[in-house]
């Protein structure tokens, strides 16, 4: 093929089942020869694909066959590079570990993997897998997630685990940091007057006196009462005779 014409991908894979074609799809970036290898099993280098391969529709599936051995190893391209990027890191090469065999034997599991990570990008698991990509976080799809964007366009996730008694709120001014919060922590109105009467405080404190607030967070109006509704929503998934 002419370098000109080859954008990083060298096959296009679609998975089907008792012959019938599932909708499932992988693009395949194929590398062979012994100068792959390296410490940890093989590498492939990232170079100008960084973005396509991870923000693409289609994920990316690194494959390298070793001549010696005539072995098949494989990695997830977006998955590699998706996970540096909410560690703030700049991936250069994909790492192709040496006991990620693929043949006869590894192929069903193989095949299962794939399809469950394509699913990610599918119905409501695609809000899921947006939401989580952008708060630096997997997840599961019987997680209870709701999203919120404030007056100042800033993101704020409510994140519920089934039979946890706290849920997380995820909020990009904080970095993202998860913060554990729970229904008693959310104060709509008058979190400092309800132990000083208002003429006590001073004077720099009056102005914060009827502010929302969950824990330390200081909230406005708006995202206090999504928060409330989302506790509400969500009580079913605290509650340990649902879980």
Not at 149 to 155: C, M, P, R, S
Not at 188 to 202: H, R, V
Request: net charge negative.
């Amino acid at each position: 093929m002419d370098g000109q014409n080859d954008f990083g991908e060298d096959l296009y894979v679609t998975f089907t089942v008792d012959g019938q074609t599932t909708g499932d799809m992988i693009k395949v970036q194929v590398k062979g020869g012994k100068s792959w290898r390296r410490s940890y099993g093989y590498g492939v280098p990232v170079a100008q694909h960084a973005e396509t391969w991870a923000d693409g529709n289609v994920p990316v599936i690194c494959v390298v066959h070793d001549p010696e051995g005539e072995g098949l190893y494989w990695a997830n391209a977006t998955a590699q590079l998706l996970s540096a990027r909410r560690e703030r890191t700049v991936l250069k090469t994909i790492r192709v570990s040496s006991e990620a065999l693929l043949d006869d034997h590894s192929l069903f599991e193989f095949v299962s993997q794939i399809r469950r990570y394509v699913g990610r990008y599918r119905g409501n698991r695609a809000l899921l897998t947006e939401l989580g990509e952008m708060a630096g976080v997997d997840f599961d799809p019987a997680d209870f997630v709701l999203h919120f964007i404030n007056v100042h366009g800033e993101d704020l996730i409510f994140w519920q685990r089934r039979g946890e008694d706290f849920a997380t709120l995820l909020h990009s001014d904080l970095d993202w940091h998860p913060q554990h919060i729970t229904p008693g922590m959310l104060r709509l109105s008058g979190g400092l007057t309800a132990s000083y009467k208002l003429d006590e405080l001073p004077e720099w404190m009056r102005a914060f006196a009827n502010v929302p607030t969950v824990g330390d967070i200081i909230l406005d109006e708006d995202e206090a009462a999504w928060l409330a509704a989302c506790f509400g929503a969500s009580r079913w998934a605290r509650d340990p005779e649902y879980n």
